[in-house]
């Protein structure tokens, strides 16, 4: 049972408990009197325990309470506490952490000094819990940090640079750590030191590709070149990030700002082939049989996947888009592809990072491949229950629209060899599939044939149709004039000059003067010209049995890769105004700037457009009458 006593004391409550009048009492003649002495032993004892020296934990406990207990009289408990102990405890803590940590930065430096401050931070983290009441500890750790680390930020971010050049995971983890203390904004800085390194870091990574010749940077070497850097830039930075960082968002943002930068903006960016060309050639490159090449598929996926990881980074995927296509096109025709699996592995991938739109002519694409075996298939049984004979003939039957390939193929006059084949073909597919047509691109066939020339040794031939096509007209003449080729086949001049030379570097024929009847001796496409005749040569060896010609390169690398430029200039112009028309649609007003933000927000644009481009589609939809300006800087959709 509480007794309730009597106070005659000015200051205390009228009516008090005992022990709220015997704590007042305490107070009152004894630590009011020596608080001063108090505080300094306190202080005393715990800078001795700062220091390494044991004491008892116990005795100051009691010490610091006894504040806390003297305020029961009052209405706040801590009042007595924060205005006698509080603050003087956080002054004297904050003198001897700033009178440390300036000498060991001085002696030490920055490093050593680190793991000081985090192993201080540490201690005053379980003194707190220890001596202090809980409503005191935030503010002391708050003192405490701002001394060890806000103090000395500007010396502790001098030497960030320094631990990544010396990839010193440990400093950059306790500095961040530190840092963590103060906030975000001191943590800015070092966003701006880790993502100006990592651009330097990189762009000096690809400043030999930057050395490089246009000509030179064509060499399909130089696309795993490029790759494997840039590679390694990526998994360096981004395991810093994920390690180091503790994958903090703000940290892997940077990252993500400088390594976008590297993959767009690198040292050779004023030369063709551009970052997103290059990345689709090395693509080819893993997807393409080779004799060379002996790898498992996994090690392929494995690969591919982490040239995924740097195209996401990619401001141009339509440009990667449109070489892959190609390459892509030219491996299935041609039947070079590491395997239907590896194939599918990468277009799967595509699909996952940019969605079905991107990937469904890739897909349409195998799967016309993958058709191609029951189609022959069903071919086959129609020529055996029609009692059809031909030539052994397999057809690819490709979707138009989906491969990359022009409406219409060179001009070609199917020899009549072939032609019978054709026709029996289009019987077949017609009835199965009405409606549809067929346009056959011989440019893109090929064919096996036996040679069986006098004087020659029997010999299996692997050409392109057109190759096979010319040597044909042999069987019927030995010696052919350039005009009369030229008739009988139907190509382009240029397009049957570099076929003819084909079968001439071949040693198959040879070039005859018309006019003195020589033969060229050092034959050069030049040599061809509308009056040259052409025989087979006589003295034609060859010590394999299995020949097989190179095909007939039409349009040279740099060339088709212009050209592909130019018709994405095109491509992007369409997108651009169907960008505009169905922001316009949804918004029916907006000004110039909100509407120009729109666009570069807009999340199916496969690049960033220019300024130039944006206003060029808008002049288009203007006098189309998609649009009208309503004032010098806002449109109005016209429904």
């Given at each position: 049972m509480t007794k309730e006593v009597f106070s005659s004391s000015k200051t205390a409550p009228r009516f008090q408990s005992l022990y709220a009048c015997s704590m007042f009492k305490w107070?009152?003649?004894?630590?009011?009197?020596?608080?001063?002495?108090?505080?300094?032993?306190?202080?005393?004892?715990?800078?001795?325990?700062?220091?390494?020296?044991?004491?008892?934990?116990?005795?100051?406990?009691?010490?610091?309470?006894?504040?806390?207990?003297?305020?029961?009289?009052?209405?706040?408990?801590?009042?007595?506490?924060?205005?006698n102990f509080e603050s003087f405890y956080i002054s004297s803590s904050c003198d001897f952490y700033l009178c440390e940590s300036s000498s060991v930065i001085a002696a030490k430096g920055v490093s050593e000094y680190m793991i000081l401050a985090e192993r201080r931070l540490e201690e005053e983290s379980r003194k707190s819990k220890k001596y202090l009441p809980l409503e005191s500890r935030e503010k002391v750790r708050?003192?405490?940090?701002?001394?060890?680390?806000?103090?000395?930020?500007?010396?502790?971010?001098?030497?960030?640079?320094?631990?990544?050049?010396?990839?010193?995971?440990?400093?950059?983890?306790?500095?961040?750590?530190?840092?963590?203390?103060?906030?975000?904004?001191?943590?800015?800085?070092?966003?701006?030191?880790?993502?100006?390194?990592?651009?330097?870091?990189?762009?000096?990574?690809?400043?030999?590709?930057?050395?490089?010749?246009?000509?030179?940077?064509?060499?399909?070497?130089?696309?795993?070149?490029?790759?494997?850097?840039?590679?390694?830039?990526?998994?360096?930075?981004?395991?810093?990030?994920?390690?180091?960082?503790?994958?903090?968002?703000?940290?892997?943002?940077?990252?993500?700002?400088?390594?976008?930068?590297?993959?767009?903006h690198p040292p050779f960016a004023q030369v063709s082939p551009k970052?997103?060309?290059?990345?689709?050639?090395?693509?080819?490159?893993?997807?393409?049989?080779?004799?060379?090449?002996?790898?498992?598929?996994?090690?392929?996926?494995?690969?591919?996947?982490?040239?995924?990881?740097?195209?996401?980074?990619?401001?141009?995927?339509?440009?990667?888009?449109?070489?892959?296509?190609?390459?892509m096109a030219k491996r299935l025709i041609s039947g070079s592809s590491l395997s239907d699996d590896a194939e599918s592995f990468m277009v799967g991938q595509l699909k996952q990072m940019c969605g079905y739109e991107y990937s469904a002519k890739f897909q349409k694409m195998l799967n016309d491949i993958n058709n191609m075996s029951e189609l022959n298939e069903k071919f086959t049984t129609f020529l055996t229950n029609n009692k059809k004979e031909t030539v052994d003939f397999?057809?690819?039957?490709?979707?138009?629209?989906?491969?990359?390939?022009?409406?219409?193929?060179?001009?070609?006059?199917?020899?009549?060899?072939?032609?019978?084949?054709?026709?029996l073909f289009e019987e077949f597919y017609v009835k199965s599939h009405q409606g549809r047509k067929l346009t056959w691109f011989h440019n893109l066939s090929k064919g096996e044939v036996d040679i069986t020339v006098e004087g020659w040794k029997r010999h299996k031939l692997h050409a392109s149709s057109h190759q096979i096509s010319i040597l044909l007209l042999f069987n019927s003449s030995t010696l052919l004039s350039f005009s009369d080729i030229l008739k009988i086949i139907g190509m382009k001049e240029n397009d049957l000059k570099r076929n003819l030379m084909s079968l001439v570097e071949a040693k198959l024929i040879q070039i005859q003067d018309a006019t003195s009847g020589v033969i060229e001796s050092s034959p050069s496409l030049s040599s061809i010209t509308s009056s040259s005749n052409f025989l087979l040569n006589p003295s034609?060896?060859?010590?394999?049995?299995?020949?097989?010609?190179?095909?007939?390169?039409?349009?040279?690398?740099?060339?088709?890769?212009?050209?592909?430029?130019?018709?994405?200039?095109?491509?992007?112009?369409?997108?651009?105004?169907?960008?505009?028309?169905?922001?316009?649609?949804?918004?029916?007003?907006?000004?110039?700037?909100?509407?120009?933000?729109?666009?570069?927000?807009?999340?199916?644009?496969?690049?960033?457009?220019?300024?130039?481009?944006?206003?060029?589609?808008?002049?288009?939809?203007?006098?189309?009458?998609?649009?009208?300006?309503?004032?010098?800087?806002?449109?109005?959709?016209?429904?």
């Open positions: 107070k009152e003649h004894l630590l009011d009197e020596l608080k001063e002495k108090l505080n300094s032993s306190i202080m005393q004892t715990i800078t001795r325990e700062r220091n390494g020296e044991q004491i008892s934990q116990d005795l100051i406990f009691t010490a610091i309470s006894s504040y806390i207990k003297v305020g029961v009289t009052n209405k706040d408990c801590f009042e007595y506490y924060r205005e708050k003192e405490i940090e701002r001394v060890l680390v806000g103090v000395h930020l500007e010396t502790l971010l001098s030497e960030a640079e320094n631990f990544f050049k010396n990839e010193s995971s440990s400093d950059l983890s306790r500095m961040y750590k530190l840092l963590m203390t103060q906030g975000a904004p001191s943590m800015k800085p070092l966003l701006n030191i880790l993502e100006g390194y990592i651009f330097s870091f990189g762009m000096d990574k690809l400043k030999e590709l930057g050395l490089l010749s246009e000509k030179e940077i064509r060499d399909p070497n130089i696309s795993r070149t490029y790759f494997e850097l840039l590679y390694q830039v990526y998994i360096k930075f981004h395991s810093q990030v994920n390690v180091t960082f503790f994958n903090d968002p703000q940290f892997l943002s940077a990252f993500e700002r400088a390594f976008r930068k590297i993959v767009n970052p997103a060309e290059l990345l689709a050639k090395f693509a080819d490159l893993m997807l393409k049989k080779s004799a060379k090449k002996d790898v498992e598929e996994n090690v392929v996926e494995e690969t591919l996947s982490q040239l995924i990881s740097l195209f996401k980074y990619l401001d141009d995927k339509d440009v990667f888009q449109k070489f892959y296509s190609k390459a397999s057809v690819m039957v490709l979707t138009s629209g989906s491969w990359p390939m022009p409406s219409q193929p060179p001009p070609f006059i199917t020899p009549p060899e072939l032609e019978e084949c054709t026709k034609f060896t060859s010590k394999f049995v299995k020949i097989r010609l190179n095909p007939v390169v039409i349009t040279s690398e740099a060339n088709e890769s212009d050209d592909t430029y130019k018709g994405l200039q095109d491509d992007r112009n369409f997108v651009v105004q169907a960008t505009i028309v169905r922001i316009m649609k949804a918004r029916l007003r907006l000004d110039h700037a909100n509407l120009v933000s729109e666009v570069y927000a807009d999340p199916n644009l496969r690049f960033k457009p220019e300024i130039s481009l944006i206003k060029k589609a808008l002049e288009s939809l203007i006098e189309k009458e998609y649009l009208k300006r309503i004032d010098t800087n806002k449109y109005e959709y016209l429904a």
